[in-house]
Each structure stands twice: as structure tokens, then as C-alpha cells.
């Protein structure tokens, strides 16, 4: 069964710090991964795509890619409080399908 | 980014009644949609994935004949929770794709409370 494994946190850090967010996956052929934000109450929204080896960067995010060890990152730089929230890592599994992981709960501290 | 929609936001009913949620795409066709059950604090679990024009398919533990699906057009799929119980409370989200392989677009969800 294809999985999709984050730490569930909470990740907590400092106002201004860079937040480092993990995911890992287990099926090797996975070609697209994605991370989306979902604050709480909220549905969730993408924050990043990607779909090759290597970093890909938007604005305070950079999300970096590894299949050759199954892993996925989400770094988040100069963290605001406004950033706390659930960060979901997502893997398509396939036709339609996505796998998303548990999430991580992210707490920016003013 | 394509928009999905969801109706109503927010639902409030009796024990015993059935409530029916929708999931439409505006601005693009859906041939699939999934829905999703949110209880607080929890993660986003996966109930079930709607088919334009044939049955859902339902995922282990989710009981078909509570949680009906229909997906009647490229742009709607509906889930009634028939004859719901306090237990069936929590946050319904439905998504769907572009393009397979391609990022799972989100509708702002329904929250659902039994009385």
C-alpha cells in the first residue's frame, strides 16, 4: 500500500527562523508531489508543486525533492505566526489519485 | 487556479435526517472528485472518490449505504449522509483534479453538526 509519512509535530519555532517541514513516501514511481497549507477550520489550500530532483522555490518557500531516498521537504524561510498552521505532503498515487500524508502542525512564535 | 465550491458551508440537523452536501467545479470539468472527512484535530481522511457517470468507490470502513454519492455531471458530485447521527458531525471537504498528476484543487468544505 503506497504511504505517505510526516512527523505530526507540533514544530514549533522562533518568529524570523526557518521552518523545516519532512515528508517521506513509499512508492518509488511516484512522479508528483505536492505541499498544501490548511489552517485551522479551513479546507486545504497548494502551497507548492514539484516534480523533479532538486529545490524549487517560491517567494518564502522552497520545497525540495529526492527520489532517489523517497523524501520531500518543505523549508519555509523568515517564518511569520501567520505561517502556523497543518502542512500536508501529498504524493500522486496514479490517475486522479493523491496520498496525502497526516501533516505537520507548524507554530511560529512571536 | 480552478475553483471548486461547496454547498452549504455549515448544516445543522436533527438525529435521524439526511443531509445532502454538493461539489461543483467552476471553472473546469471533474470526471473525478473525492471526498473527505476532517474531525477536529485530526488529520483529512479519505472517504470515498466520486466517478462522473458510474459508481463511487469507497474506501475500507466507510459504509456505502450512510454516505451516497452521485456524480451525475462533469461538474457536480453530491454526498448525502443519510439518516445521520451525532457521530456523523465533523467537516466534509471535497476536491478534484485538473489533470491526473496534477494538484488536487479543494472546496472550502461543509460543516456538518447532528443534534
Known amino acids: 500500500q503506497k504511504e505517505v509519512e510526516q512527523n505530526s509535530g507540533p514544530l514549533s519555532v522562533p518568529e524570523g527562523a526557518i521552518a523545516s517541514l519532512n515528508c517521506t513516501y513509499s512508492?518509488?514511481?511516484?512522479?508528483?508531489f505536492f505541499w498544501y497549507r490548511q489552517y485551522s477550520g479551513k479546507s486545504p489550500e497548494l502551497i507548492m508543486s514539484?516534480?523533479?530532483?532538486g529545490d524549487k522555490e517560491d517567494g518564502r518557500f522552497t520545497a525540495q525533492l529526492n527520489k532517489a531516498s523517497q523524501y520531500v521537504s518543505l523549508l519555509i524561510r523568515d517564518s511569520q505566526p501567520s505561517d502556523s498552521a497543518t502542512y500536508l505532503c501529498?504524493?500522486?498515487?496514479?490517475?486522479?489519485?493523491?496520498?496525502f500524508g497526516a501533516g505537520t502542525r507548524l507554530f511560529v512564535k512571536a | 487556479g480552478a475553483v471548486v465550491s461547496q454547498h452549504p458551508s455549515w448544516v445543522i440537523c436533527k438525529s435521524g435526517t439526511s443531509v445532502k452536501i454538493e461539489c461543483r467545479s467552476l471553472?473546469?470539468?471533474?470526471?473525478?472528485m473525492f471526498w473527505y472527512r476532517q474531525f477536529p484535530k485530526q488529520s483529512l481522511m479519505l472517504m470515498a472518490t466520486?466517478?462522473?457517470?458510474?459508481?463511487?468507490?469507497?474506501e475500507q470502513g466507510v459504509e456505502k449505504d450512510k454516505f451516497l454519492i452521485n456524480h451525475a455531471s462533469l461538474t457536480l458530485s453530491t454526498l448525502t449522509v443519510t439518516s445521520a447521527h451525532p457521530e456523523d458531525s465533523s467537516f466534509y471537504i471535497c476536491?478534484?483534479?485538473?489533470?491526473?498528476?496534477?494538484?488536487?484543487?479543494f472546496g472550502p468544505g461543509t460543516r456538518l453538526l447532528v443534534l
Open positions: 476536491s478534484a483534479p485538473v489533470r491526473q498528476g496534477e494538484t488536487q484543487y
Open positions: 512508492d518509488r514511481g511516484s512522479q508528483s
Open positions: 514539484i516534480y523533479s530532483n
Open positions: 501529498a504524493v500522486w498515487a496514479g490517475g486522479f489519485k493523491t496520498i
Open positions: 471553472d473546469f470539468q471533474a470526471t473525478t
Open positions: 466520486s466517478n462522473e457517470g458510474s459508481k463511487a468507490t469507497y
